[in-house]
């Protein structure tokens, strides 16, 4: 059997099992929807057409999940006017799955819970779990951007010469710091700015050099600006 449904201006061919992504409706992950602007209803041997619903018809689903889909690009351009606009678009669509079509005004039979409320749940009590570990020191970022003066580009070049984590770093030989520092042109740097050192301080759970140096200059600020004004 197979219904025909009207939702957010649109319309879909549905079955029991079919996963649908539709205009957003309101409702969390789990939770059972009901369609009741039917348009057609039809199996192998009989097919009912509304008009312009068909009476009594209904289909009920489950809501899987509401997310903002891939961006689309809109772009525009004139000729000889120099007119380029250039816009991005994420339309929030909600997908559920179909799991009855009903005749005669029938209720949906009620079901347990599916796979996908499930996955949530457990994600739910996963993330306090990872977050305690990482506070107590379980768990650190092994980014090598988190290196004081190592930005996206100069990450892309230490990955091409196979250092891709602080844990290579931190585990720097003199020949290896020579190497690198030849490879890049780096002049000294990688000593000058105490990579190795800086390796090991995030490895042991400390804050990033930039961030405490940050935190510093805004301190000193703050008291500079102070003693301006007890001056004044």
Same mark, same amino acid.
């Given at each position: ?9 649109? #319309?879909?061919?549905? *079955? ?11 409702? #969390?992950?789990?939770?059972? !929807? ?6 057609? !209803?039809?199996?192998?041997?009989? $097919? ?65 819970? /599916? /796979? ?5 749940? *457990? ?5 306090? +779990?990872?977050?305690? +570990? ?12 988190? $290196? ?21 770093? +931190? ?24 990579? !190795? ?5 995030? $490895? ?18 703050? *008291? ?9």
């Amino acid at each position: 059997m197979f219904a025909i449904l009207k939702t957010g201006g649109k #319309q879909y061919r549905v *079955a029991e099992n079919d996963i649908i992504k539709i205009e957003k409706i309101d409702g #969390q992950p789990g939770d059972n !929807v009901l369609f009741d602007n039917i348009l057609m !209803v039809g199996s192998d041997s009989e $097919i009912k057409i509304g008009n312009p619903l068909v009476e009594g018809a209904s289909v009920a689903g489950e809501l899987i999940e509401t997310k903002k889909q891939k961006t689309i690009i809109i772009f525009k351009k004139k000729r000889r006017h120099g007119y380029r606009r250039r816009n991005g678009h994420r339309q929030i669509l909600t997908t559920v799955r179909i799991s009855e079509i009903l005749l005669d005004g029938k209720k949906p039979s009620k079901k347990k819970a /599916t /796979t996908a409320k499930k996955a949530t749940s *457990a994600k739910a009590k996963t993330a306090p +779990a990872k977050k305690a +570990a990482k506070q107590a020191g379980n768990e650190f970022i092994d980014d090598i951007k988190l $290196i004081s003066g190592v930005g996206p580009a100069l990450e892309k070049k230490l990955h091409s010469l196979g250092v891709k984590s602080l844990k290579d770093i +931190a585990a720097f030989s003199k020949e290896d710091i020579e190497r690198i520092d030849a490879e890049l042109n780096f002049k000294g740097r990688i000593e000058r700015d105490e990579w !190795v050192e800086q390796a090991k301080e995030l $490895i042991a759970g400390k804050a990033p050099r930039a961030k405490i140096d940050q935190k510093a200059k805004t301190k000193a600020s703050g *008291a500079k600006a102070e003693a301006k004004d007890k001056g004044a």
